[in-house]
Every structure is written in C-alpha cells, then in structure tokens.
C-alpha cells in the first residue's frame, strides 16, 4: 500500500488526540479527515451528510432538556450505532493489515479502517462529555485508584476467555502489533468508552439517581448493550464483551474518569494481542 493511503490514518488519528485540546483544534482536524477521507474514496456525500446529522442530533441532545433530551438521545444512539456498525450507504473501509495468522490454531485477523465508525464515535466523543483529564497530577491521582480494577478486570477476563476456550496462552511480537495499537487505542477505545460509558452508562445514572442502586442498574444495562453489539462474533465473545464492558464500566463508575475506562479497554485488548491467540481459537 502506498504511504500516500496511510494519509487518513494519520488525519483520524490526530483527530482522535486533538479530544485533549481546545475544541477549534477538533474541529479542524475533523474536517481534514473527512476531506482526506473523500479524496481516497473512503467517504461519499451521502457518508457526509450522515456524519452531519449525528452532529447536529448530539448539539441538540446537549442543549436540550426533559422529554426532548431523551428524544434526541434515542436518536442519536440509534445513529451512532448504525454508523459503528456499517448499515448505512456513503462509506469505504481500508485495509491496513491483510489477513494474516498470528497465532498456531487462531482465527486469520484482519484490520480495517472504517471511517463510519470511527468519525462516528469521535464525534460523540467531542459533544457529549466534556470531562476529560488535563493535567498530569490529576491523572496520578485517579490512576493509582484505577490500577487495582484494571488489574482485577483482566485477570477475570484472562481467565473466562481461558475456561471457555476461546484462548489460549500464545505470546508472540510482531511490527503489526504498532499498527494496531495506534488503531486499537485511538480509535476503538476512545470511541467505545465515551459511547457506552461516557454517554450511556453516565446518562442512565444520572437518570436513575433517585433510585436504589441506580449507579448499578446503569452498569449492568451498558455492559449487556456493549456485548450485544459484539454479536457478531458468537455468543463466547457476547458474553466476554458482556463482562469486559462491566469492568470498563466499574472502573469509570469508581473513578468518573472516561480515561482510566479507555486504559482498562486497552492495556486488556494489548495483553490479548501480546500474549494470547489473537483473535480468538477456531
């Protein structure tokens, strides 16, 4: 592939860095991805105007109050959903690693850049939350709170993936694996955490703040809509997804911190890369 296609890569990726700064330096790098995105084919006029509506629905959804904040929250749910899942026309994926067997008896893995899901889900994350880290002691502060639930979630994690059989214990390093995490951490941990937690979970919580155990029933409801939408790799990876996301979801609950939720979903998805069957056992 030619250093050239690598372009809306880079674009997408300072995207995703640039949630840190002044939103005018968002902005900008939004649309250099999308214009790059056009320029290679990735994106259509009709791609673009759907990435436009789900803007439009989260400024509404922040400004909006009552029945109408719910409304517009539906609608922009459904959206994003839709986009992170490719059902809708105006969008082309990009290979960036062909499919290739990373481990003995593992399923071929294969990385694509899909530029729905991942404007879809920087989007979100530049409109609907608002509470991100911007200093080093802070992040000091919640990491050393943090450490021991990451640490507690992987080793669940490690060991359901192991009993059902669904890995196996496979180290392994290969260059691909800094495609990957670049890939991996900007773009499906910061998308996923600030939908399903950021926004789902923050916003039923608060919904359910007058109820006993309501911090919890927001909880379970985002971790049960987060493996759902991992139905398509069976029904081990649901339930994996199922317990991943209620991990990701108590460490953001216990912390209220979107950061150290997208770090537990990364440093779990990089030992899984490192040192298991990747992506899954066939």
């Given at each position: 592939?030619?250093?050239?296609?690598?372009?809306?890569?880079?674009?997408?990726?300072?995207?995703?860095?640039?949630?840190?700064?002044p939103r005018r330096y968002f902005v900008a790098m939004v649309a250099a991805s999308i214009v790059t995105a056009w320029y290679q084919g990735l994106i259509a006029i009709t791609g673009i105007a759907w990435l436009l509506l789900l803007t439009v629905l989260c400024l509404l959804?922040?400004?909006?109050?009552?029945?109408?904040?719910?409304?517009?929250?539906?609608?922009?749910?459904?959206?994003?959903?839709?986009?992170?899942?490719?059902?809708l026309p105006g969008f082309k994926s990009m290979t960036l690693i062909e499919p290739v067997v990373l481990s003995p008896g593992a399923a071929p893995f294969k990385l694509q850049l899909s530029p729905d899901k991942i404007l879809?889900?920087?989007?979100?994350?530049?409109?609907?939350?608002?509470?991100?880290?911007?200093?080093?002691?802070?992040?000091?502060?919640?990491?050393?709170k943090a450490a021991p639930l990451?640490?507690?979630?992987?080793?669940?994690?490690?060991?359901?993936?192991?009993?059902?059989?669904?890995?196996?214990?496979?180290?392994?390093?290969?260059?691909?694996?800094?495609?990957?995490?670049?890939?991996?951490?900007l773009?499906?941990?910061?998308g996923e955490e600030i939908f399903f937690r950021g926004f789902i979970q923050h916003q039923l919580a608060t919904s359910f703040a007058e109820m006993r155990?309501?911090?919890?029933?927001?909880?379970?409801?985002?971790?049960?809509?987060?493996?759902?939408?991992h139905f398509g790799g069976g029904t081990s990876y649901v339930l994996l997804a199922v317990v991943a996301?209620?991990?990701?979801?108590?460490?953001f609950m216990k912390t209220q911190r979107i950061e150290m939720s997208m770090l537990a979903h990364f440093i779990m998805n990089a030992m899984h890369f490192l040192l298991f069957a990747y992506p899954r056992l066939l």
């Open positions: 592939m030619k250093i050239a296609s690598y372009v809306p890569y880079i674009a997408l990726a300072l995207t995703a860095i640039t949630l840190w700064f959804f922040t400004r909006s109050k009552g029945w109408l904040r719910l409304f517009f929250g539906c609608c922009l749910m459904v959206l994003a959903v839709a986009l992170g899942m490719h059902l879809a889900g920087l989007i979100v994350a530049a409109t609907v939350w608002d509470q991100y880290i911007h200093s080093t002691k802070e992040f000091g502060v919640v990491i050393r990451i640490v507690a979630n992987i080793a669940v994690l490690i060991a359901l993936s192991i009993s059902i059989g669904y890995l196996n214990f496979a180290p392994k390093f290969t260059p691909l694996f800094f495609i990957w995490a670049a890939h991996n951490l773009f499906t941990c910061i155990n309501g911090q919890w029933l927001a909880l379970a409801i985002s971790s049960i809509l987060f493996g759902l939408v996301g209620f991990g990701y979801g108590y460490v």
